[in-house]
Every structure is written in C-alpha cells, then in structure tokens.
C-alpha cells in the first residue's frame, strides 16, 4: 500500500501501521524528527519503503536526539530523504539490545546525513546488531568530533557502496566496524579528511556490547573479514587503522596525502581472550604522501602481531622528495614501486583518476569520476 504523508502525525501514524510491502512517501519539505518505532516488520520478498515522494527534492527530517531511530525492525528500505541537525544520531538503526537477534534486510539509498551533533562522541549513522545489509549513495558530513560518519557495532554481511564522507575537521572517524563486527565490504567510497581515522577496522566495545556476546574460552577480536576496496581518501591523520582486527583486506585504494600515516596497526581491547590485531593485507594501493609524515608512513602501537601483516605490490611516492618514497614496513614488501609518480589527474583538487599516461593504471582505485 502507497501511504502519502504531509505532516509528523502523518508519518508517525503510517510509520506504526505499516505492513510487509507497504511505501510510505514524504511529501513535505521539513519533518520534525525525533522519531522512533520499535518491532514492525517487512518481508524479505515485501520490505517496507520509506522515502521521499519526488526524489530530485528530498525531504528533511530536521532536528531531534535522533532523526529517525529502528529498533527490531528488519526488511527496510530507506532511501532519497536528508537528515540533518540531531543532536545526537541523524539514523540509528539496531537489535533493541536484542543481541542474539540480529536484524536483517535494511538498505540504506541515496541518503544526506549531516550535521549530527558537535563536540563529543556522535553518530550521524549508528548501527547495531545487523545482518545483510546495504549502504548505498549516501552523502555522509559532518558528525560529532569524537563520533563516527557510520558507526557499526557486532553487525555482519554487509556492503556499504559509492558514499561520500565528508567531516567536519580532522577528529573523529570516518567508518567503524568494531564489536565483533564480520563480513563487511567497504568499496567505491570516497573519504575526504574524514576523520583522524578515515576507516577504523575494530575499534574498543564495551564486552558486554558484543554481538553475538562472547564467549568463555574463545578468541575474540573487534572486527573479522573486513574489506576496504576501490575507495579514494584525502588527508585523514590515517586513512586505515587496522584496530583489534584478526584478518581484514585493504586493496586497490588511493590514499593522498595522509597527514601523519597511511596505516596504524593498534590494539585497544586487551581484555582476556582478545587476539592481537593480526593477519592483515595491505595490497596493489596507491600512497601519494609528503616527506614530513611520521614513522615512515606506519604506527605500530603495543599488543599488536605486525609480524603477521602482509603488504603487497602498491606503489609509494612522496611527491616533495621521490627519493624518500620508501616506507617503514613491519614485514618486507613483495612487488612494491617506490618513487615513481603514479601520474593521478589532477590531485590538488581532488581529481584521483588516473591521467592518461599513469602508468599506475593497475593500482589504486579506478573509478572514473573525480571525488570532488
């Protein structure tokens, strides 16, 4: 059933009566948000459709703790609508603190999330104990200093596609997947001085935030099976931070000009039963930096196994000084290129393509639009 609302009693009203299939549509310019809904759910053949009545003018859930807040409510779609002016999450989607009761079938499209609180620990998107889920062609800016663009706490086989971060200095994080968080590809997206950490990999949580809890006797880590690929990354302290992970893949980026690191490895759960952060690859990236970036390009923090890291085949180039292009590696590099100028199209304004003479063309990201 297509369900038009006009005013906050409106949605509030269809928002609760919603059934397998039904498409509620906005068709008003500004929405008081505030807005919460606890347990009605769609079908994974009949999900429930939340967004905008005319796409190309998107309508605004302005204000509130959280704009919009799910809880227990699977197989949603949400998509052509801005949040913007919480105070503390524009989205926050998650299990109810249900934690062995995942929630599966939410999409995320065409989203502007902005202006989620200002100083402190806010989110614009925080989810929590998900499952087979999709971010896609979200606008994600300016959240909290000390928050994160998406937070994701103990979710897993996820995708988050082609978004944009943008924050609103260098603190803060740009993506995080921590809390036992699996199975999480992060591809096409674009970062831009996202953040101290543009993508956090692992993080510390709270032990009994785990999803699913832990378990007495096992190995536990933040985050396993992580991927970062084809996604371009301006500034940021350090694009990739490998926290608490056991086994995560970054490959085929771009990173340009990181102000102090291209990648720290970092250990801060170190709670019984937690394995260092280990067994991660960093492979065919693209690293343009500048000669006064720390420690060689890497920050290796205590507790952690740098020894199990692989790098492979990516190309360094230090743009003031191509002979100090070399990186300072936990383990020998196989196939790395170092001083060579990868020849990116127009990098000072944020043009990361490859020029037509790079001969880079086989590393690094390879989306043919410029992030800016």
């Given at each position: 059933m297509q369900r038009i609302v006009r005013t906050r009693a409106e949605l509030i009203m269809a928002l609760e009566a919603a059934r397998p299939g039904d498409w509620i549509q906005i068709d008003a310019e500004v929405i008081e948000g505030g807005l919460s809904l606890r347990g009605v759910a769609g079908a994974s053949d009949k999900p429930i459709r939340l967004s905008s009545l005319r796409p190309e003018r998107p309508g605004v859930i302005r204000g509130g703790r959280t704009g919009l807040q799910l809880s227990q409510c699977p197989h949603w779609r949400i998509s052509d609508l801005r949040f913007e002016g919480q105070t503390v999450h524009c989205l926050n989607i998650d299990d109810g603190g249900e934690r062995t009761k995942p929630v599966a079938g939410i999409a995320l499209q065409r989203l502007e999330l902005r202006h989620a609180g200002t100083e402190g620990n806010y989110d614009a998107l925080k989810l929590s104990g998900l499952k087979?889920?999709?971010?896609?062609?979200?606008?994600?800016?300016?959240?909290?200093?000390?928050?994160?663009?998406?937070?994701?706490?103990?979710?897993?086989?996820?995708e988050i596609r082609r978004c944009t971060l943008r924050a609103r200095d260098e603190w803060g994080v740009g993506i995080q997947t921590k809390g036992g968080t699996s199975q999480i590809r992060v591809s096409g997206c674009r970062f831009l001085h996202a953040g101290g950490r543009a993508v956090n990999i692992g993080g510390h949580t709270g032990l009994e935030f785990f999803r699913p809890p832990l378990t007495l006797g096992g190995e536990h880590a933040e985050a396993r099976q992580i991927t970062v690929e084809q996604c371009v990354f301006i500034g940021s302290e350090a694009p990739i931070a490998f926290t608490g992970v056991d086994g995560a893949r970054v490959q085929r980026n771009t990173f340009y000009k990181p102000l102090r690191w291209?990648?720290?490895?970092?250990?801060?759960?170190?709670?019984?039963?937690?394995?260092?952060?280990?067994?991660?690859?960093?492979?065919?990236?693209?690293?343009?930096?500048?000669?006064?970036?720390?420690?060689?390009?890497?920050?290796?923090?205590?507790?952690?196994?740098?020894?199990?890291?692989?790098?492979?085949?990516?190309?360094?180039?230090?743009?003031?000084?191509?002979?100090?292009?070399?990186?300072?590696?936990?383990?020998?590099?196989?196939?790395?290129?170092?001083?060579?100028?990868?020849?990116?199209?127009?990098?000072?304004?944020?043009?990361?393509?490859?020029?037509?003479?790079?001969?880079?063309?086989?590393?690094?990201?390879?989306?043919?639009?410029p992030v800016l």
């Amino acid at each position: 059933m297509q369900r038009i609302v006009r005013t906050r009693a409106e949605l509030i009203m269809a928002l609760e009566a919603a059934r397998p299939g039904d498409w509620i549509q906005i068709d008003a310019e500004v929405i008081e948000g505030g807005l919460s809904l606890r347990g009605v759910a769609g079908a994974s053949d009949k999900p429930i459709r939340l967004s905008s009545l005319r796409p190309e003018r998107p309508g605004v859930i302005r204000g509130g703790r959280t704009g919009l807040q799910l809880s227990q409510c699977p197989h949603w779609r949400i998509s052509d609508l801005r949040f913007e002016g919480q105070t503390v999450h524009c989205l926050n989607i998650d299990d109810g603190g249900e934690r062995t009761k995942p929630v599966a079938g939410i999409a995320l499209q065409r989203l502007e999330l902005r202006h989620a609180g200002t100083e402190g620990n806010y989110d614009a998107l925080k989810l929590s104990g998900l499952k087979k889920f999709t971010i896609e062609e979200c606008q994600i800016l300016n959240w909290g200093s000390q928050g994160q663009g998406i937070d994701i706490v103990g979710c897993h086989q996820g995708e988050i596609r082609r978004c944009t971060l943008r924050a609103r200095d260098e603190w803060g994080v740009g993506i995080q997947t921590k809390g036992g968080t699996s199975q999480i590809r992060v591809s096409g997206c674009r970062f831009l001085h996202a953040g101290g950490r543009a993508v956090n990999i692992g993080g510390h949580t709270g032990l009994e935030f785990f999803r699913p809890p832990l378990t007495l006797g096992g190995e536990h880590a933040e985050a396993r099976q992580i991927t970062v690929e084809q996604c371009v990354f301006i500034g940021s302290e350090a694009p990739i931070a490998f926290t608490g992970v056991d086994g995560a893949r970054v490959q085929r980026n771009t990173f340009y000009k990181p102000l102090r690191w291209a990648v720290r490895i970092l250990q801060e759960n170190t709670a019984r039963g937690f394995v260092p952060s280990r067994h991660g690859v960093f492979r065919r990236n693209i690293v343009v930096f500048t000669s006064n970036w720390a420690s060689g390009g890497l920050n290796i923090g205590p507790n952690t196994a740098p020894h199990t890291f692989r790098f492979e085949e990516n190309w360094w180039y230090c743009a003031d000084d191509p002979r100090r292009s070399t990186p300072r590696l936990p383990t020998s590099e196989t196939g790395g290129v170092y001083g060579r100028d990868p020849r990116l199209h127009n990098p000072e304004v944020g043009d990361l393509r490859h020029a037509p003479d790079s001969p880079a063309k086989e590393y690094g990201a390879t989306d043919t639009n410029p992030v800016l």
